[in-house]
């Protein structure tokens, strides 16, 4: 019998009589029974065994492979943050306020001259002292406050500058932690650092040249104020033929020496970016007859044949600036007459559907070598050393008349060949202008503006340079003008106008003692509390947009540019109201 069978039996049925017969067979079987249950047992337990065993080997394996794939993620993050060049720094706010470091990782700290781990772990408080920690203290406030998002920083002692950007970490509504994050700008820094100075001395160097070209141009012009001036007026005097082509041969070098003046202070105007347009409804057909028949005398002494076609319908107006069209047409109309020697020049002129005029000034003249296209546009560049020498130039036409059709929004382009001519082909953007509404007949009943030449005004000529002063003088003279005085700087001049003022002055910009500026100023004043008001014309080597626009809000009517002609002194003679 199963020993636990037997035990059972004693303890619950100890009445009963298990030797008879009718209980033999049942207890042998509930005994077998008990004794598979044992065996069954026995291998349940077995299979327990051995998979609980299966089951704590593999956890322990996981185990082992999750923490040595912690132990390598932290090693590589922690790596990772160390040697960053940056720093990242986190930080928590304690009960009473402090704050501690939660971490500090990075180059930047070293860099800097101090280590990671002084700061991670650490309080606030005990890192720093004095006004550092006040000043800090402030810092992490605000950060914790979220009011400042971005901060520069740095230490000048190490020369170590550093942008940090503070991002909150929040559970729910409330920060918990405050995550800084930082790169140093050291090197972009001195970079900013060394550009600002390059660009302070590209400015300094503009100024300088600007301010060069300035008096060059002014020391210049003074004295072909007086070559111009005086030539002139000899060319109205009685003359052979022999002196009259003298005076001619004169008069054509100094407009020669003129244009290369004028073409270099362009385009050191339009380097500097102080080229302004002027838009005004502008005649365009008629402007390049104008240009036409000026440079009609240049061509017909080259017995070289000049001629305007149109291509299309062109507007009657149009919106550009006229002074800077005429100055390219007359810049590419001229190089054509110069480089052809025989033949024929020809302006075309078409108008496109986009606000486009453009033009093509086409020559039979030497043509440009292949070679030289690319060199073309650039200053003081030509298409050979030998065209210099041959035809004369700076090489700064083709140049300003490229930066002056981008300027107008357009562009300018060449094909050539060779000893076959070339062809010039450049657009600007000219929107079309309204039609003039005034009849005829309504412009002929208008009133003159201006007085008639034998209304002899009183007029005071004021000049530093004594020349200029006689050639100003004999212009007036030669013109027609008896009352005239003189000034040699504005000082004189004022004290000249509060003894008699006159009707009309031409006053020079720039003079000693009180310049032309102030000078007009104080005349102003003064006038202003009498019944004449004179008409006030500038004079000045002085081109400059800035310099003009000033002349104007002084009080100047009108401002003429040295070397000044006999018919542009008689103009604003005219002007005057």
Known sequence: MHPLLA???????????????????FIAAVSDTYARADQDRESVERS??????????????????VENKLNQLTRYYTQTLDLQKGLLLCFRREEDGGYMHTLCRGQLPKNMGFRPE???GHRLDKILRGSVLRRMTRVYNAAWAGKIRT?????????VRFLAVFHLRREGDKVIEVIVSAMEITDLKNTESELRAAKLRAESADKAKSDFLAVMSHEIRTPMNSVIGFTSLLRTSKLTEEQEQYVKMIETSGEGLLEIINDVLDISKIEAGRMELSLEAVEVTMLAHEVVALLASRAD???VMLEVRLLNEIPEEVHTDRARLRQILINLMGNAIKFTASGSVTLEMGYGPGSELHFKVIDTGIGIPEESMERLFKPFSQADSSTTRDFGGTGLGLAICKRLSEAMGGGISVTSESGKGSC???HVDAPRAESPTLALAEVESEPAVGKDLADNPAILVVDDNPINRKVLGS???????DRVEYAFDGAQALAAARQNLPDLVFMDVEMPVMDGMTATIEIRRLASTTATRPWIVGLSANVWPDTVRRSEEVGMNNYLVKPVRRSDVEAAIRERV
């Open 7 to 25: 035990r059972q039996i004693r303890e619950n049925l100890p009445d009963v009589d298990m030797d008879g017969s009718t209980w033999e067979k």
């Open 48 to 65: 327990l065994n051995s998979v609980s065993t299966e089951l704590v080997e593999t956890n322990q394996r996981m185990r082992r492979e």
């Open 118 to 120: 002084r700061v991670e």
């Open 151 to 159: 901060m520069e920083g740095g230490s000048k002692r190490r020369g």
């Open 301 to 303: 002494e080259k017995e």
């Open 424 to 426: 010039f082909t450049f």
């Open 475 to 481: 212009i007036l003279r030669v013109s027609g003008y």
